[in-house]
C-alpha cells in the first residue's frame, strides 16, 4: 500500500471519527449549539377531536366534556365555508359524517347540515358514538371565544391560502399566539403557515418527519436547525390492538407497519427532541397498554378518543407528573362546587 493512500485513509479516519464524536456530543447536549425553544404549554392529557369517542367529535359539547375531564389541549381540523368562515371538521366533504353530499367549501355556513345522529369513531373500528342534542358544526370563533385559556393545536386539513390568513386573523384577534400549535399535513402547509407567522408554533409534516428520520438515523440531526416545535405521529403499533382488529391486516401491511414502528418510535430521538424543546405527541390511542407504551418511550403527551379514560389512567400514574392530575382535579372540584345550590 502506497503512502499516499494510506495518508488519505488516516485522513478520511480522522474525519468520520470527529464526525461521530461531535455528532454524539451534540446529540446528547444539543443547548451547545440549538436555543432551547420555550413552549408556554406541555399537555400530557390531548382529545383528539375533543374526544371522538364520548361525544360527536369536533363539537362544543365534545370540548366541554373534554375540559371537564381535565384535558390539557384540544386537537381539532378546519375547513373554509363558501362564505369565508373558519368551521371545525375533520372531513371536508360531508357525506360520511353529515350524510349530505357536499363539501364544505359548497356552502355557506348557516347552510351546513348538523351531524348524523350516529357516528363511528375512525381510530376504534366497530365503536359507534351517539352524538346527543349537539350535533352542529362549530365556527373556529365559537372555540376561541368558549375557552380563551385552552391550548389548541389545529390541523388545516388543504392547502388554502384564504384559509391560512383567516385562521390566523383569528389567532390574533384572541391573543393566542402562546396558546395555539397549527400546521398540516402537507409540507407546504406547514411552511406557508410558518412564513405567515413564526411566532406561532407549528407541527411536522409528513414530509419533514421522513426527513427528520433520515437526520436521525444519519447523524446529521444535531447540526440541522428545525423550525418545528411538536411532533405529531401516530404511534403503528395501535393497529395490532385487538379492538382495531389487527387480526384482519395482511401479512405485508403488518411488516410494514412493524417496521414503521421500529422506525418511529425511538426514545432517543424523543429525548434529543425534548432536550430542544420540542415536544411529541403520539396518537391516536385508546387503550391503556398503548397509553403505558408512549409515555414509557418518552411521549410528551398523548391524543385519545376517550378523555374521561385518559383522566383516569393520569390519576393512576402520579408519576407522568403531578400537574396533570392536579389539572383534572381542579377542573372537576371546580365543575362539582358550581352545580351545589348557593347559601342563602
Not at 385552552?150 to 386573523?169: A, G, R
Not at 407522568?320 to 372537576?332: H, R, Y
Request: hydrophobic residues 40%; charged residues 25%.
Amino acid at each position: 500500500m502506497d503512502l499516499p493512500l494510506i495518508i488519505g485513509m488516516a485522513i478520511l479516519a480522522t474525519v468520520l471519527g470527529g464526525y461521530l464524536v461531535t455528532s454524539l456530543i451534540l446529540f446528547k447536549f444539543p443547548h451547545l449549539i440549538h436555543k432551547k425553544k420555550k413552549l408556554k404549554f406541555r399537555p400530557v392529557h390531548i382529545s383528539h377531536r375533543g374526544g371522538a369517542g364520548e361525544n360527536c367529535e369536533n363539537t362544543m359539547m365534545a370540548f366541554k366534556h373534554a375540559l371537564s375531564h381535565g384535558t390539557q389541549m384540544l386537537e381539532i381540523d378546519c375547513h373554509l365555508t363558501k362564505d369565508g368562515e373558519v368551521v371545525v371538521s375533520h372531513d371536508h366533504h360531508l357525506l360520511k359524517k353529515c350524510g349530505a353530499d357536499f363539501n364544505i367549501s359548497d356552502l355557506d355556513l348557516k347552510n351546513l347540515p348538523e351531524y348524523k345522529p350516529v357516528l363511528s369513531v375512525d381510530f376504534r373500528p366497530s365503536f359507534n358514538i351517539e352524538c346527543g342534542e349537539d350535533r352542529k358544526i362549530p365556527t373556529l370563533r365559537e372555540v376561541f371565544t368558549a375557552f380563551p385559556e385552552t391550548p389548541v393545536n389545529i390541523d388545516v386539513k388543504v392547502y388554502n391560502e384564504e384559509l391560512f390568513h383567516k385562521v390566523h386573523d383569528l389567532i390574533k384577534e384572541f391573543h393566542r399566539e402562546d396558546l395555539t400549535i397549527w400546521g398540516g399535513r402537507l409540507s407546504e402547509t406547514t411552511k406557508a403557515l410558518n412564513n405567515l407567522n413564526p411566532d406561532i408554533p407549528v407541527f411536522f409534516s409528513f414530509r419533514r418527519v421522513f426527513t427528520l428520520l433520515c437526520l436521525f438515523y444519519s447523524g446529521l440531526l444535531p447540526f440541522v436547525p428545525l423550525y418545528e416545535s411538536t411532533l405529531e405521529i401516530i404511534m403503528p403499533s395501535i393497529a395490532f390492538n385487538s379492538s382495531n382488529k389487527g387480526a384482519e391486516l395482511s401479512w405485508k401491511f403488518k411488516t410494514i407497519l412493524r417496521i414503521a414502528d421500529v422506525l418511529l418510535m425511538r426514545p432517543a430521538l424523543f429525548k434529543h427532541l425534548d432536550k430542544r424543546g420540542i415536544q411529541t405527541y403520539l396518537w391516536v390511542l385508546n387503550e391503556e397498554d398503548d397509553w403505558g407504551r408512549a409515555f414509557k418511550l418518552g411521549a410528551t403527551g398523548v391524543m385519545t378518543d376517550f378523555p374521561s379514560k385518559l383522566a383516569e389512567y393520569i390519576r393512576k400514574h402520579p408519576e407522568l407528573g403531578m400537574g396533570a392530575a392536579s389539572d383534572i382535579e381542579n377542573v372537576e372540584n371546580q365543575l362539582l362546587s358550581s352545580k351545589q345550590p348557593e347559601m342563602e
